[in-house]
């Protein structure tokens, strides 16, 4: 089992001793909530420390930003982990789904992330909320993403979406413009830059 410390600095990932212990309180948390409601896929450890990796990865690429608004954060990936290396920055967390914003709250509270809101709602029903940074993965097409956030966005806001093999056909459907697209493993990652 390789550590997530070591991972991320395979990487080329530096961050501060508070990101990997708030790492591995989350991973506890869960763990435990996993067992009981169905957050994620996969409670192994090996897996969680990848799909941490898998959502701080873009960091090294992306440029800064003041805010960012994560659809569909789920069990916390990316924008949790991304509030938590992060912590700098305003973060929002959409989430529909009552049991997940309830862990998600829980995690919020117990590593004490002043930075983060999260919101129970649907993306599209979110009012009076403008991000510079807009970011989902595996929620739906790029298309459908960018129209859908449309409310939240601002005149300049970028996009990074998590993707996977269908990202191609997905630019073009959606006419993409000036963005970059890095892969690792099996994921692609669509930055979409503000202009």
Known sequence: MIDLKQLCQSNNLDF??????DCEVFTKLLRQWGQVHNLTGSLAIDDINENIL???YP???IENHESFADIGTGAGYPGLILAMARRDIKAYLIEPRVKRVSFLNFVKAS???ENLT???NRVEKVEDLNVDLI???AVTNTNLLLDITNNIKEENSS???YKGSLVQE???QAKVNNYTLVNRKDRNYLYIKGK
């Open 16 to 21: 501060d001793d508070k990101f990997y212990e």
């Open 54 to 56: 898998d959502s701080v």
């Open 59 to 61: 960091l090294s690429f």
């Open 111 to 113: 590593l004490k992330l």
């Open 118 to 120: 999260v919101i129970c």
């Open 135 to 137: 970011t989902s993965r």
């Open 159 to 161: 996009y990074l979406f």
């Open 170 to 172: 997905e630019i073009e």
